[in-house]
């Protein structure tokens, strides 16, 4: 069944591609007014299926949601290039969808007119745009609440607004960074079993930034383990569990799984450390002050 699964997946056509992405940033030293580089990312490659669920993971700083912005169109490498559809990423469009973790509502708009503000966008005509919003917001289970604004929700709600918001104007790839991380241990897991109906039903590629292992491993079809900084793919592990997943998470394939992500990113946790632990037995070293 594992390798039907992977057969299936390696037959559908490349979404998304990335091929040697360098992001660097131009830092200046307050001391002396100097111009130092910062390598945030260093030769990233990285291919998506069409309709996949990928998942992105991996220490603090990494680069995670730098790659995330660049593949939204809303910052660029350095160096290497992305392409969606063979079509070189520019910048924003409307066939990407961006779900963040703070769910950026409009709070003076309702679930409703928060919903249609990408159809607005889009110039989609009054009626069109409530029969569209009226199937979103019915698919994350918030009919009752149409009318209500962003304040009288909880946080499970807004999020579900949010990701109604970036399903309506029908873009082709959903970005998500780190979007339950706001609520509580229970509304995730609820917000995450949410999620995976609504791809399930429109078959969106799906690219999703988490620190968490858990969820990764529940929702993806592959994730992607990323280094320390600077960040690049250290491996992609396949998700080798039967859909849907209900029930999944006690099962022992899925404990493999997470534990083998998990030492992925405990080793790399340790030699990020000794790295740091070497640059500065070296900064010591040559430093003029470092024997007082």
Not at 52 to 63: N, T, Y
Not at 88 to 102: E, F, S, Y
Not at 252 to 262: L, M, P, T
Not at 280 to 287: G, K, M, Q, R
Request: proline fraction near 4%; include cysteine; charge should be neutral.
């Amino acid at each position: 069944m594992a390798n039907q699964k992977n057969a299936a997946l390696d037959a559908k056509p490349d979404k998304i591609v990335a091929r040697n992405i360098r992001r660097v940033y131009q830092i200046k030293e307050k001391s002396n007014n100097s111009i130092t580089e910062f390598e945030a990312i260093k030769q990233l490659d990285l291919t998506v299926k069409q309709g996949e669920f990928l998942a992105i993971v991996g220490p603090s700083g990494c680069g995670k949601s730098t790659f995330l912005d660049m593949i939204a169109g809303l910052a660029k490498p350095s160096s290497g290039e992305i392409f969606i559809d063979d079509k070189k990423i520019t910048g924003p469009a409307l066939d990407r969808g961006i779900v963040l973790q703070g769910y950026a509502l409009f709070p003076w708009r309702s679930v409703r007119k928060n919903v249609e503000f990408g159809l607005e966008v889009k110039k989609v005509p009054a009626k069109e745009r409530y029969a569209i919003s009226e199937r979103y917001i019915e698919l994350v289970g918030l009919s009752k609440f149409a009318d209500r604004y962003p304040h009288e929700l909880s946080g499970g709600m807004k999020q579900r607004v949010a990701i109604a918001r970036a399903l309506a104007y029908d873009p082709e790839v959903l970005l998500m960074d780190e979007p339950f991380a706001a609520v509580d241990a229970q509304t995730r897991e609820t917000l995450q079993e949410e999620l995976l109906r609504v791809w399930e039903k429109t078959k969106k590629t799906i690219v999703f930034v988490t620190h968490g292992i858990d969820e990764a491993v529940f929702l993806a079809d592959r994730v992607a383990v990323m280094t320390a900084n600077p960040g690049t793919i250290k491996e992609i592990v396949n998700i080798d569990l039967p859909r849907p997943r209900d029930g999944i998470r006690s099962s022992a394939e899925f404990g493999w799984i997470r534990h083998k992500i998990w030492q992925l990113l405990q080793n790399e946790s340790v030699d990020s450390e000794n790295l740091q632990q070497q640059n500065t037995d070296v900064a010591e070293a040559i430093s003029p002050t470092a024997a007082l």
